[in-house]
């Protein structure tokens, strides 16, 4: 996972393969390749079409397919690189029942986020409040260093020219975030929607881990591309800064062992996988990461 690029957007082409090779068709007849097993999330736009045969070339090496809508808002997912092992998949669900564990776990979250240990004595509930508290205040201030008006997070997905050009960006960003976070978390064998401050959503673990990383890499993109106030398209423009952050500051790298640290907060040991339970090793050529989310 770490050795790959982390997101690819396709729009308006149809996706197959060729000679076993995943490629793009456009109206044109003209032909992209793109090296599927090194890519770690595809995100698919309007007005792309997807074959069967494309999509299972996707599962078996690793890369996420995602679904997404005009500019980036997250519609669906499918093509999970291998999805929840059952003896991982017992871990987490172990730490995230018990009350105890879960607030280790919490804890170990809140330290990665801001660098800080958090408040004594306080119950998860209370954690996620201090926390909302300090998420708005960043916004504040990271408007104010990039000269945004800022109004506050407020957006309605099924109304995306509704919102404000703040608003949107940081939508395109989250959504990119989301994307390579899920990926990671499938490929490291979890599940998206058992999750430890966020619950009840298919993708609340994937909220959670990626949180850690939002206000490091594509809070400011967000930000400092609405600042700059492009023209046409501004959602693009925040991809491509995305896309660069996410090399900069290695995060495919990081992912996956900072959610093995995150997990392993709660102090009990990770069962090992009985060998019937273990699949093959997905492919690796080349040696070759929501907008509905609350932001």
């Given amino acids: 996972m770490k050795e790959r690029v982390s997101v690819v957007f396709v729009e308006r082409g149809e996706i197959d393969v060729l000679d076993g090779a995943f490629v793009v068709v456009d109206a044109t007849g003209i032909r992209t390749q ?5 890519v770690a999330c595809i995100m698919l736009e309007p007005g792309t079409r997807l074959s069967h045969r494309a999509a299972a070339l996707a599962a078996r090496v690793g890369t996420l ?3 997404v809508g005009e500019a980036g808002v997250r519609l669906y997912s499918s093509g999970q ?7 991982r998949l017992l871990y987490q669900a172990k730490l995230a029942l018990d009350e105890g564990l879960r607030l280790k776990v919490v804890r170990k979250m809140y330290a990665l986020r801001f660098g800080e240990e958090p408040p004594a004595r306080r ?13 708005r205040q960043t916004y504040q201030t990271l408007a104010k260093k990039f000269g945004v008006v800022w109004k ?7 109304d995306w020219g509704g919102s404000d050009l703040p608003n949107r960006c940081l939508s395109a960003a989250t959504s990119c975030l989301y994307g390579v976070t899920e990926a990671a978390v499938l490929a490291a064998g979890y599940a998206p929607a058992v ?20 206000f490091e890499t594509v809070v400011p993109i967000a930000f400092k591309v609405a600042a700059s106030h492009p023209a046409g398209n501004p959602e693009r423009a925040v991809r491509l800064g995305c896309r660069d952050v996410f090399r900069q500051t290695r995060l495919l790298d ?14 009990i ?10 699949g093959p090793a997905l492919p690796n050529p080349e040696g070759v990461g929501d907008a509905g989310h609350r932001g």
């Fill in 34 to 38: 793109i090296p599927v097993g090194g």
């Fill in 65 to 67: 397919l995602v679904w």
């Fill in 81 to 87: 690189p291998g999805g929840a092992r059952a003896d």
């Fill in 123 to 135: 119950s998860v509930e209370q954690l996620r409040g201090i926390e909302g508290a300090r998420v």
């Fill in 152 to 158: 506050g997070r407020d957006y309605d997905a099924e």
């Fill in 195 to 214: 999750g430890f401050i966020h619950t009840g959503k298919p993708l609340s673990f994937v909220y959670d881990i990626a949180d850690v990383y939002k």
């Fill in 254 to 267: 990081r992912i996956i062992p900072d959610i093995e640290d995150i997990l392993a907060a709660g102090e």
């Fill in 269 to 278: 040991a990770k069962p090992e996988a009985p060998v019937d339970a273990v």
